[in-house]
């Protein structure tokens, strides 16, 4: 492999697309700057720590641990050194909001019980379900994912339909009608179609290969980070500076220029040039604001017209007192949830009937709330760009927590000692590595390949470090033959 002893680049950002491009390249040999804005590594992935509560602000599914692991081995290490790994049983529990729950357990076996409970034949259809979701996913890894078929990484992207042929996937097909060939029952439909609600798609427009999402989830299981999802930023963090990566926190990049070799990267106080420049900032960030126009072949309009992923309403709460009613990962679910979708994608507005999820991670681990105390995170997808004034937001936060009130038959509003509120946006779909037309500008993070999702930003960061390597050695071989 390439060795990229010599070269010097900067990362400008430090999720975890960021984080994992600083660990392989300073694993390649590379001088390694990371420059961030804010004050703390991790982006979307932040912390809050106040009064004793503990919230992770973005990311709190722990999923595909192989993943992980495969991040910290390569490095010499294992998840364990960092932090200790808890599977949860149940995976997740559902208030519908006619009245019912049910809690999703981790035995897959189990499982198929409680499918059996809602339809006859359920259990066996689930079991025939989850075989399609492992061939799926394995596929998906194995030909799309792990390898960095820039082509066809978007789950998401109705181009993949076409592009995947001959992989035996159904791609034509949309999540909901797949998950309509295994069950009738509506909410056995949304118990495997759920993660959709998160990712940015709706099971209407998303294509079948999706439902490997329901293999992460029923056979791979659902984690919790000890120390939360903030503890995996951390061993992220050690592992890249452990390959020598210089992070600079505070310090937000203002330019990026092509200069006679190499880019120039401004700050407000430093102007230094590098041989190369990965970006883990958003793309349409550092070609609107970071690069002169015209740097790279695409329009700053072209940023205009992408469909972007929902925003999330989120709500960080610590309430006095237990909340034994839920579970690490609860969500309250419409019985009919076409208009939330509709609410996000077809007529964008307030939700009248939202679906959202709250993550109570005190729980599991009661070292992230003070003693008889509990850290409760709401958050709510919302379609992009929804106009926000502050009655509209004071008027959505009563009704979720007297949805919550009326859906769990758990009120909490008097015990609230603790609250922050949060928007937050899930960016644009995906760009290639290599930025168009300009030599040496990289992108990583979840608005590239292989896409959204903390395991796929660290495989991000692998990917970005391979094509780089594969540049360098064309330069090496261009520059032998002209010489
Ligand atoms: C609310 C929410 C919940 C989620 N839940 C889950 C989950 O449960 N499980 C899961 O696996 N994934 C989840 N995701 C997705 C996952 O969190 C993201 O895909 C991932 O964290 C994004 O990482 P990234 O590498 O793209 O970098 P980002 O997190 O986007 O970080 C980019 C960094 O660039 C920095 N930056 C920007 N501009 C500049 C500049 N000019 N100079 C310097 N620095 C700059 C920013 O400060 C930031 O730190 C969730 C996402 C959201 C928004």
Known sequence: MTDLSGESIAIVGAGFGGLSAA???????????????GEHVGGVAGR???????????????LMPELFERFFEQFGHEPAEFYELERLDPNYRVFWTDGDEA????????????FESYEDGAGAKLEEYLDSAKHSYEVGMEEVVIPDRTDLTDYLDPRLALSARGLGLDLVRTMDGHAAKYFEHPKLRQLVEYTLVFL????Y??????????????????????????????GVRTVAEEQGAQIETETPVTR??????????????????????????????AERDLLPEGAVDRSPERWKDQTYAPSAYMLYL?????L?????????????????????????????????????PSRTDPTVAPDGHETAVVLVPLAPGLADPPEQREQFREQILSGIAEHTGVDFRNRIVFERELSVSTGPLRTDHRAPGLDGLYYVGGDTNPGIGVPMCLLSGEHVTDIIREDTANRGRLSGLLS
């Open 205 to 234: 427009n998303t294509p079948a290969l999706y439902s490997l999402m329901s293999h992460v989830d029923y056979n791979l299981g659902v984690y919790y980070p000890h120390g939360g999802i903030a503890a995996v930023v951390d």
């Open 48 to 62: 809050i720590v106040e009064d004793g509560f503990q919230f992770d602000t973005g990311p709190s599914w722990y």
């Open 318 to 322: 610590g309430i006095e007192g237990e």
């Open 200 to 203: 940015g798609g709706s099971p």
């Open 23 to 37: 660990a392989h390249l300073g694993d390649a040999g590379a001088r390694v700057t990371v420059y961030e804005k």
């Open 103 to 114: 809690a999703v357990p981790a035995d897959p076996e189990a499982a198929m019980e409680l």
């Open 324 to 360: 034994p009613e839920f579970d690490h990962h609860t969500l309250v679910l419409p019985t009919d949830w076409e208009p939330h979708f509709e609410s996000i994608f077809e007529d964008p507005a307030w939700p009248d009937d939202p679906s959202y999820y709250v993550n109570v």
């Open 256 to 285: 990026i220029e092509p200069a006679a070799s190499g880019l120039v990267v401004g700050t407000a106080t430093d102007r230094t040039v590098y041989d190369r420049v990965v970006v883990n900032a958003p793309p349409a960030h």
